[in-house]
């Protein structure tokens, strides 16, 4: 795995994280969302600090990080786009609006534009099925997004 | 509430607040103050009060009227207009659809006619981030009474009288499960709130936490002195930061008023709160994984028995109950057992929640008793299909559930009657799909989720279900014979037979309740390479009608890859090479001029 250096103080930060949870092996999913929102994603050298400092093996850190969906182990850009792709939104046309995200940003879900500036994700429900189809943006949320609406969306950025 | 003339409640669910409805209730608090009423008048942000179609709503209080498709710029006229010169704001009022009438209190309105508000009870009524406002409202007060004056047997004989099933999906009966727990010696025990919401398309528990906080944390309460625990824990999905925020909210009021903590009521009784956090995954909506999510570890399934309420979390019996569930609890005891029988069917009592969502004309958070048609839910309720289209299907309980078909519309809605026609309750998540929707697409998008989600401990779950979509994909691209139609079938059932836990067990239902409803779509998939929705991609073409086309011009400036070319005032046309069917210009045409083929 490629290696991601961290700075010392940082290093120390994380261990101060896994200390305020007792080190205790139960508490790794509450210790990984506290480095994801540290770090942004989940990295391997951050899961191997993590690991030795719980005393559980990396493998098992890993395990734990790919199972569930909200842990990353890529960056994402500095504008994370979300399209909902829940029941409600799917059947009102999100599939269209995802199609022309990707169209127009050139990458797949999952991947972020060469430059860093936008991610493209698919979630499962915003639960603001009144204004399906959702999309959101960072913290922003746009309702009712045709195809069309997505170059102009893309322009405010 | 005592101090204020007026109150206007500004709905700060999730739905609204996407809509800027914090701004609105900023708005509203800057202008009150700038016309000195502020001794006068409160802004309360309140929880979802469901009409989220016609969102953000505003309602004033004590006249109740009720304002809908508010926005910040309306603010200034709600408190000029209607708080100082007493003039209702019409243009914000509801329109009935089919009499044309403004109507301004919810009471009249049929998306609120039919509905009856157990679970749901003071979302939209009161502050939930204000603890003396849930008490204002009898909180509490069930707790303090089964403390004071009754056993655990006694309370648990009152939730086994009532008839309450659990409102997660599974529908089994919520005080035997308390027994069992009660029944299981051990020193420790524990209460575990599922708020594992992972449903695509539903949002009730979400907005019960986010409206009404403190009639869970009651339940749970009440839930661990009839069971013998002294600790409880939410387990809650990162993914609702609101819902989050209000419960942390609440528990800490409730530890200041002495009602989680240590001797509460002074009856030697101990229970306190903590919050565990889900990370996205679906298959911890079922128990066993979710405690294994709780205890750190991947969240597997694991065979059961034994069940949690002998062997849960770190190997304690625990009691696990959906979020819905608990908020019925202290109206019961409140209520009695006897008035919630009455609500409902025999077999299935009380309420249920449901998120209308989907090709409906009035998306929103609904409550209605046990027995209701879905006719009345989808029709009047609902109001009816968007854009005047035909009503083809209505998918209940979410990747695990079915579709069904005109044909159900008058089935009374409860856990039994939904699993003898083919789906099944769920958590209460209700999709409405209309003419324009391909059963086979359909089918596909649920499996396409059971395959992200299934956690791939077993064979049958983990492999089936990748195959089953494969078949699903190869039919949707007009590849499939009528040979894939007898083996999706086949596969599906060895999968519902097989796999090891509920996730898996249902996951062929959204596939087998289409292929019993829709055989005809299936087979003209597969037979004659046609969608008769006209939905899959590759199975169609866009066209254009040269009598109809006026050469306006429209659709090829709205083209996004130019794929349509023609001169000024003379027929245009589709250069099926270069289109990559994103419907846009049909959808701009005025003229009818293009159709899918």
């Known amino acids: 795995m490629a290696k991601v250096k961290i700075p010392e103080n940082k290093v120390q930060e994380l261990k101060d994280l896994c200390a305020k949870f007792n080190n205790e092996p139960g508490e790794l999913i509450n210790v990984l969302h506290g480095a994801q929102g540290m770090f942004g994603y989940l990295p391997a050298e951050i899961q191997e600090i993590v690991a030795e400092e719980m005393n559980v093996s990396v493998a098992h850190v890993y395990g734990v990080v790919t199972f569930y969906s909200f842990f990353s182990m890529l960056p994402k850009g500095k504008h994370p786009i979300s399209i909902c792709m829940g029941t409600a939104c799917y059947v009102r046309g999100a599939e269209k609006v995802l199609d022309e995200f990707k169209r127009h940003l050139d990458v797949k879900v999952g991947e972020t534009t060469p430059d860093g500036k936008f991610s493209l994700s698919c979630l499962r429900c915003v639960g603001a099925c009144g204004l399906a189809p959702v999309v959101t943006i960072g913290e922003r949320v746009y309702g009712r997004v045709s195809p069309e609406d997505v170059k102009g969306i893309l322009g405010e950025y | ?597």
């Open chain 2, 1 to 597: 509430m005592a101090k204020f003339k007026n109150h206007i409640l500004v709905c700060g669910g999730t739905g609204c607040r996407a809509s800027e409805s914090e701004a609105i209730a900023v708005n509203l608090k800057r202008s009150i103050d700038e016309n000195n009423l502020e001794n006068d008048v409160q802004v309360v942000r309140t929880g979802c009060f469901g009409f989220c179609e016609k969102g953000p709503v505003v309602k004033m209080v004590p006249d109740n009227t009720f304002y809908v498709h508010v926005t910040p710029d309306d603010a200034e006229d709600l408190v000029l207009e209607h708080l100082i010169k007493g003039r209702k704001v019409e243009r914000l009022l509801y329109v009935d659809p089919e009499t044309k009438e403004h109507v301004s209190d919810s009471k009249h309105m049929d998306f609120y006619k039919k509905q009856i508000r157990i679970a749901l009870r003071n979302c939209g009524f009161i502050n939930p981030e204000n603890i003396d406002e849930y008490i204002a409202r009898d909180g509490y007060s069930a707790l303090g009474t089964i403390l004071d004056e009754m056993t655990p047997e006694e309370s648990i004989k009152v939730v086994k009288d009532s008839g309450l099933r659990g409102r997660g999906g599974g529908g089994f009966p919520t005080g035997l499960k308390w027994e069992i727990t009660l029944q299981s010696e051990s020193e420790q025990k524990y209460v575990v709130c599922n708020a594992d919401e992972g449903d695509p398309g539903a949002f009730m528990d979400r907005s019960i936490l986010e409206g009404d906080p403190h009639s869970v944390l009651e339940a749970m309460a009440i839930c661990g002195y009839c069971i013998g625990a002294d600790t409880g824990l939410i387990y809650i999905r990162a993914e609702y930061p609101l819902a989050i925020k209000r419960l942390k909210i609440a528990i800490d009021q409730a530890r200041d008023y002495g009602l989680l903590g240590k001797d509460i009521f002074g009856a030697g009784f101990n229970f306190d709160v903590e919050i565990r956090y889900g990370a996205g995954a679906f298959v911890c909506g079922e128990e066993t994984a979710l405690i294994h999510s709780m205890e750190g570890l991947r969240g597997e399934p694991t065979v059961k028995p034994p069940f949690p309420s002998v062997s849960g979390y770190k190997g304690k019996p625990t009691n696990v109950n959906n979020v819905e569930t608990f908020a019925n609890i202290p109206a019961i005891f409140l209520k009695g057992a006897d008035w919630f029988r009455k609500i409902g069917t025999e077999k299935s009592p009380g309420t249920k929640v449901f998120a209308l969502a989907g090709k409906v004309n009035n998306v929103g958070l609904i409550e209605v008793p046990m027995g209701t048609t879905l006719r009345e839910v989808i029709f009047d309720i609902g109001g009816g299909i968007k854009g005047g289209k035909k009503f083809k299907a209505v998918q209940t309980g979410g990747p695990s559930g079915g579709c069904l078909t005109e044909n159900h519309l008058d089935l009374p809605i409860d856990y039994d009657s939904l699993i003898a026609s083919g789906s099944m309750m769920g958590s209460g998540g209700m999709i409405v799909m209309d003419e324009d929707d391909c059963m086979v697409s359909v089918a596909k998008f649920y499996l396409d989720f059971t395959v992200e989600e299934s956690c791939g401990k077993c064979t049958p779950c983990r492999v089936g279900n990748k195959r089953l979509y494969e078949l699903l994909e190869k039919i949707t691209l007009g590849k499939g014979d009528e040979g894939d139609l007898t083996r999706l079938r086949n596969l599906a059932n060895v999968i519902k037979d097989t796999a090891l836990c509920g996730l898996g067990q249902t996951s062929p239902n959204p596939v087998l309740s289409t292929m019993d409803n829709f055989p005809e779509e299936y087979e003209a998939h597969v037979k004659e390479s046609k969608c008769p929705a006209g939905q899959c991609r590759a199975l169609m073409q866009y066209v254009i009608n040269p009598k109809l086309c006026t050469g306006c011009t429209l659709c090829a400036r709205v083209c996004p890859v130019d794929a349509i070319s023609g001169d000024k005032k003379m027929p245009h046309f589709i250069d099926t090479s270069i289109c990559i069917k994103c419907g846009a210009c049909m959808d701009k045409c005025k003229f009818g001029a293009i159709s899918i083929q």
